[in-house]
């Protein structure tokens, strides 16, 4: 039971270029979640989905895709990317009843990603 | 928008010392979690609080969730140095469950 798995651990990106991050987990939750960290600062919902097939915008979700075609994947696409990108990306899953908004969430390891 | 503000953004003890970090919302909440992450780590979940006025203890650690449900604390007591990180408050509205905000966090350190 690995958990939450991110990949990669580190990326350095030039303007423009664009890259998926890369979040399963094998604990078959059915949310998932995708975060940015800058520094200094705390968590901010970047996108998460409730299952399967469904995604939805958190507080920052411009400049970026997301999609959820499995239960396990949970990839997050950055297109054109831009330095104001440069940031750790956490991926998290919890496994959430539809009615109740109790949950833990279990965070991967993070991706640094640095955009020049 | 929602915010949720943490105070304070460092805090340096002593180890034996006490700890406290707080957490204020501009919305009332439908829950409150903390989180503690290592330097260098991720986040990692502490503990959940729903009700209004809920305390709950996890060893030297008491959690605190306001009667109106828009301030959380976290206290430590007696400090000790495997207590060092930053501590994130995070909370949710009833008005998108789905939706968790995160505090700028309060980063610990505890000299010997």
């Known amino acids: 039971n690995a958990g939450v798995t991110q990949t990669p651990k580190f990326r350095i990106l030039k303007i423009g270029q664009s890259m998926t991050l890369q979040c399963t987990q094998d604990?078959?939750?059915?949310?998932m979640y995708w975060y940015r960290q800058d520094p200094g600062m705390g968590l901010k919902l970047i996108y998460y989905?409730?299952?399967?097939?469904?995604?939805d915008k958190g507080e920052v979700p411009n400049g970026y895709n997301v999609s959820r075609s499995t239960t396990e994947d949970f990839p997050l696409r950055l297109e054109l990317a831009a330095p104001s990108q440069t940031s750790v990306y956490f991926c998290?899953?919890?496994?959430?009843?539809?009615?109740?908004?109790?949950?833990?969430?279990?965070f991967g390891p993070g991706t640094r990603l640095t955009v020049l | 928008g929602q915010q949720v503000m943490q105070i304070p953004q460092y805090q340096h003890v002593q180890e034996g010392e006490d700890f406290t970090t707080y957490c204020n919302s501009s919305?009332?909440?439908?829950?409150i979690q903390w989180y503690k992450q290592r330097p260098g780590g991720h986040p990692v979940f502490l503990i959940q609080?729903?009700?209004?006025?809920e305390v709950k203890k996890q060893k030297r650690l008491t959690f605190q969730f306001g009667e109106a449900k828009k301030n959380s604390s976290l206290h430590i007591t007696a400090t000790q140095t495997t207590d060092v990180g930053t501590y994130f408050c995070?909370?949710?509205?009833?008005?998108?469950?789905?939706?968790?905000?995160f505090g700028a966090g309060t980063r610990l350190t505890v000299k010997p």
């Open positions: 609080l729903v009700k209004s006025g």
């Open positions: 989905s409730v299952g399967a097939g469904i995604t």
């Open positions: 995070a909370g949710r509205t009833r008005h998108n469950n789905n939706d968790m905000r």
């Open positions: 604990m078959n939750h059915n949310y």
């Open positions: 919305t009332t909440l439908s829950n």
């Open positions: 998290a899953s919890a496994a959430r009843l539809v009615a109740s908004s109790t949950d833990t969430q279990y």
